[in-house]
């Protein structure tokens, strides 16, 4: 097996005349509203909502929204137009595929791939005279990789919930302390803008999104060059670059000039930080995984089975075992109900739940029963959990708390009454959506905008993760077992992108080779991996399902450090800072500051103390 990781070449050939920088200003348009050494840093990350890795029912809230009117952007506008304007928007000639040889007609092509750049953290020419200021400042940069969810846009930079806790505070933490930060992010491959497209007009290139009504249909593959693979070389070559190099005031513009690079990213992004140090030492110095799940896994059932924990988890997210049992038995009355086929019956079940489509939706296709009573009839915000959240219902303790408060005031309610009753306050109004061929329907169409990036994440999951959340029958799932089967999520490739079940299984023993899982030796060179190893952290929230497939001290390389976040929930801690923070969201935040403080030598007097140790 030919291995292609370290065989990236130098324009040989295939290179632009120069590279055109096209900047946009940051203001609050409504058209952005769419849409020792010098040391680098460079965070990799996407300016997305807490849910990091969507679950198939957060993409059926996406479908939903789509049918309602669009909400005002004023919340956003007034936030930005009070923060830093001084995040400019760029694009990067990005090779299409890092992986073709000579003879193929790929070789030459390119896209243009979105990055955000600012110089907030860099101190200003004129500072230098100063007296305080020492003229033999240090510098450092931080560059974001984009990955799954939302759109990058230029908050990314200011406040994004991937990057603001460990890198953007970071940032400001070295700054005063004499050094200067550049701040990058870098949009992924396949999402947001930084979509390769061919057009009839437009034969040898790839563009950023074109008119779809352009597309060439003879294209084989609109996602062929989607994969983590050609994202982690797309930031090798862009940390190569003279566009990355022009930033900095060294005398040079071209990269070969001592800077260190250090990744930083969270869920997917996190994947692809660890692998950008892992496969590229010589390139990256350094790299934080945050909540970064590297262990393919075709088959994830231990996500909810760790649903399962937090629910009855009652010392430190406000689960409790009632809570749980109650759960639990709700999902199980109704999954019986469905199951006998009473059409009264059934009926009550669909309006108590408030089911669009009623009844004959949910008998219309068996696969639609299972999407009802296999997922949560509920929303629970697990792997987004905000114990500090002020709204009804956002968190684990305030639906705990509703269930069982639902309990004790009339004990012989049924537990489905009691999920229904709470299922409805939290879609206000709304009627819930189970109809698996929607999904399927949203999943297909690739002339759908907002639909892309989802579709774009899940083509991902059929090709090289897996990651399908499970109920089986012998599990601890809380929802109905036995109604969530592999098969469910193995059909929505195979419909909606026409990849088999053994190809999905082929692709995630290909990721699982190709970087090594959780002992990160990737393909069959474990030797050289060790380099890779060192000055790399996995930092990890207790809560969160998603911690059973990254690294920590019971999983992964002895050479690998790792931490643990007693009580949070998916990379929490990056999140940005609030006063309600809790004490082990503080602690993590200072334990990366104290790990990447040592891989730059800072003096250890300036280090930030924390008891919170690395495993």
Same mark, same amino acid.
């Given at each position: 097996?030919?291995?292609d ?10 290179h632009?005349?120069r ?22 840093l460079l965070?990799?990350?996407?300016s ?23 909400q005002? @952007? ?6 930005f137009s ?15 595929d ?22 907030r ?6 500072e ?10 240090k510098?450092?940069?931080f560059l974001c ?15 994004s ?16 302390? !004499? ?11 396949y ?20 008119n779809e009504n ?7 593959n ?5 994969s983590?693979?050609?994202a ?5 070559e862009f ?8 930033h ?5 513009n ?6 260190r690079?250090?990744?930083f990213g969270?869920?997917?992004? /996190? ?8 496969l ?12 970064a799940?590297?262990?393919? #896994?075709? !088959?994830?059932?231990?996500? !909810?089975?760790?649903v399962s ?15 749980l049992?109650?759960f639990?038995?709700?999902h199980a ?11 009264d ?12 489509? /009623?009844?004959?939706?949910l008998?219309k ?9 296999g997922?949560?009839?509920?929303p ?12 009804p219902?956002?968190?684990i303790?305030?639906?705990?708390d ?9 004990? @012989? ?14 879609q206000?109004g709304?009627?819930k ?8 329907d949203?999943?297909?169409?690739s ?12 083509? @991902? ?10 109920c089986? !029958? ?6 109905a077992?036995?109604h969530?089967s592999?098969?469910l999520d ?17 692709g995630?023993?290909?990721?699982l ?7 990160l ?12 190893q ?6 990890n ?6 911690s #059973?497939?990254?690294v ?9 450090q ?34 990447v ?11 930030p103390?924390?008891e919170?140790?690395?495993?």
């Open positions: 097996m030919k291995d990781r370290k065989d990236i070449r130098d324009n040989d050939g295939c632009a005349s590279y055109d920088i096209k900047e946009t200003a940051t203001q609050p348009t409504k058209q952005m509203m769419k849409l020792l050494k010098p040391v680098v965070l990799v990350a996407a997305t909502p807490a849910h990091s890795i969507p679950h198939i029912s957060e993409i059926i809230e996406s479908i939903r929204e789509q049918k309602e009117e669009p005002p @952007q004023q919340q956003f506008e007034d936030k009070k923060t830093h304007h001084d995040v400019r928007t760029l694009t990067f000639d990005q090779r299409l890092h992986f073709s040889r000579q003879d193929n007609n790929t070789e030459c092509e390119r896209f243009k791939q979105r990055y955000f750049y600012t110089p953290y860099v101190h200003r020419e004129e230098k005279t100063g007296n305080s200021i020492n003229s033999k400042r510098t450092v940069s990789v984009g990955g799954e969810g939302p759109s990058l846009d230029p908050s990314v930079l200011v406040d919930v991937h990057c603001t806790g460990d890198m953007i505070e970071l940032a400001h933490k070295l700054h005063e302390q !004499n050094w200067d930060v550049h701040m990058f992010a870098l949009e992924h491959r999402y947001g803008e930084s979509f390769p497209k061919r057009t009839k007009n437009q034969k040898g290139e790839a563009y950023l999104r074109a352009e597309l060439d249909s003879d294209y084989p609109e996602y062929k060059f989607l983590s693979r050609q982690v070389r797309d930031v090798v940390v190569k670059s003279s566009e990355a190099s022009q900095f005031k060294t005398g040079s071209t990269n070969n000039n001592g800077i690079w250090i990744t969270a869920s997917y992004p /996190g994947m692809v930080s660890g692998w950008l140090r892992l590229h030492p010589d390139v990256i110095y350094g790299a934080v995984a945050n909540s799940p590297v262990q393919a #896994e075709v !088959n994830f059932r231990k996500y !909810n089975d760790h924990l937090d629910l009855g988890e009652e010392s430190l997210i406000g689960g409790s075992k009632m809570c049992d109650i639990e038995s709700g009355e109704v999954a019986s109900i469905v199951e006998g086929g009473d059409i019956e059934v009926d009550k079940v669909a309006s108590t739940f408030n089911i669009c489509g /009623g009844a004959t939706t008998l296709d068996r696969k639609n029963i299972d999407f009802f009573v997922y949560s009839m509920l629970i915000a697990v792997q987004s959990n905000d114990p500090t959240c002020d709204e219902l956002c968190n303790q305030k639906v705990c509703a269930i069982v408060d639902e309990h004790k005031s009339d004990p @012989q309610k049924p537990s489905m009454e009691i999920l229904a009753k709470i299922s409805k306050q939290m206000a709304r009627c959506e189970v109809n698996f061929q929607l999904m399927i949203y999943l297909s169409d002339s759908t905008p907002t639909s892309a990036n989802d579709r774009s994440w899940y083509y @991902q999951t059929c090709t090289e993760f897996g990651f399908y959340q499970t089986e !029958n012998n599990s601890n799932c809380p929802f077992k036995g969530h592999l098969d193995l059909e929505l490739c195979e419909k909606s992108f026409g990849i088999d079940a053994m190809k999905v299984k082929e995630i023993e290909s990721t080779l190709y970087y090594g899982g959780w002992d030796k990737p393909g069959d060179d474990s030797s050289s991996a060790l380099e890779g060192k000055r790399l952290i996995f930092v929230g207790d809560v969160d399902p998603w #059973e497939l990254s920590d001290e019971k999983r992964g390389s002895s050479h690998v790792s931490i643990n976040v007693p009580g949070a929930s998916h990379h929490f801690w990056t999140h940005p800072v609030k006063d309600s923070d809790d004490k082990h969201i503080v602690e993590a935040r200072q334990a990366i500051y104290r790990h403080y040592d891989w730059l030598g800072i003096n250890g007097e300036s280090q103390h924390s919170l140790k690395a495993e």
